[in-house]
């Protein structure tokens, strides 16, 4: 193993701008976790079959922005030795497969601690790598079914809404193996050691919902749809359709807020029941439903505009790009002509740079980390 100390600067931008990632090519948050570390300064080196490359005459997948493409075929020896040989220059590596593929191909991370031992081996899997189901198939919905996230997310008497897949795949996936990673990258500092890190969705999603466990411990949660703070129950956490069909979104919990979201609104405060009075939540939602009808969104979002009362309107992705905070931030940006999100978070020093797109033709192996 070449340590960073050792390596001719990367010419990179970024805190992670010395850090070299190879990234086993899978789906969802595998890809989604190296884009991360790329997008952060690592030199990710995404290893896919041949002949996988996106179409030249359609737009590529923006998950797989900014780093190089090796192809390999790793049952044959060759391209096996030629991707043992970058492992050895590595920092980090991504799988996202069943347990005992890796293992099988020879490339698990017993097999590359012989290459490397300083590597950080980063397992993504929604079951964990133990465990009755481990060997099992399954999506977002079906890791985060049985955490009791998905049975939380919802209204009163209808069914579960699947949170499309940002609780499982990214929440509870790219982002703890990501952490993961980050972490054990820091305790390498220190023991010069490396560390395998076994990322399971169930495991993410639970502690994504731990406050939801200690509203439950305390009794401030009920296991039912759509009668808790956070889950439409109160009427001052709540999304409201306008006149013109379009949505509001209010979040006006504290008393401050939920005052000048009265005031904006309209209505008498001495009219209405007390905010907290959960026998009167029915009732003062439905005074909410006919107000907002009153008006379109954009109406509402003027008045609402650069109060406190935590009263947004709801918009969806063309609409996002041009809202003026967003804007002024670049929080969204095209790249390859395709509208996406800018790098997060942001840094004061080690500053990151917008990404380049996803890449359309291989690079050489024989090029890649030649200090």
Known sequence: MTSTTDRAPSGRSGPLADIRVIEFAGIGPGPH???LLADLGADVIRVQRPGDLPDPNRNADALLRGRRVVEANLKNPSDRETILNLVAKA?????????????????GPDDLAQVNEGLVYGRMTGWGQEGPRANLAGHDMNYISLTGMLHAIGRTDEKPTPPLNL???????SMFLVMGVLAALVERSVSGKGDVIDAAMVDGASVLGQMMWAFRGTG???????VNLLDTGAPYYEVYETSDGKW???????????????????????SL???NDFSKWPELKQIFIDTFKTKTRDEWAAIFDGTNACTSPILDFTEA????????RGTLVDIDGVKQAQVAPRFSRSATETPAGPART??????????
């Open 362 to 371: 291989a690079t050489d192996p024989a090029t890649v980390w030649q200090d």
């Open 321 to 328: 790009p041009d809202d003026p905070h967003l804007a002024a």
């Open 167 to 173: 609780v499982g795949d990214f929440g509870g996936g």
């Open 248 to 270: 509001m979104s209010v979040g006006a919990i504290e008393p401050q807020f939920y005052a000048e979201l009265i005031e904006g609104l309209g209505v008498d405060p001495e």
């Open 273 to 275: 029941p007390h905010q």
């Open 33 to 35: 976790a190296a884009m």
């Open 220 to 226: 401030l949660w009920q296991d039912r749809r759509g």
């Open 91 to 107: 920092d980090v590596i991504l799988e996202g497969f069943r347990p005992g593929v890796m293992e099988r191909l020879g490339f």
